[in-house]
């Protein structure tokens, strides 16, 4: 089975928009409103199948999500 694209933006409407096309495809997906949120899925399930995020959000920003997962995740 496929891990799921996990997407991470504080915007609703934009993860809306993610989880409608996503599930019309088929694709198995989570969403997160925090970059901590999905750090703490991160360290509790492991990496997904593909992480989107958005750059610029309140607290942890996109980059330092990615940034510091990057040296554990090598995929990320």
Request: glycine share 6%; charged share 25%.
């Amino acid at each position: 089975m496929m891990k799921p694209v996990w997407v991470i933006d504080d915007d609703r409407s934009i993860r809306w928009v993610f989880e409608k096309a996503l599930a019309r495809e088929g694709i198995p997906f989570k969403t997160f409103a925090q970059a901590t949120e999905a750090m703490e899925a991160l360290d509790a399930a492991g990496a997904p199948q593909v992480l989107v995020s958005d750059i610029r959000m309140p607290g942890t920003s996109g980059l330092e999500l990615l940034q510091t997962r990057r040296p554990g995740h090598a995929d990320v």
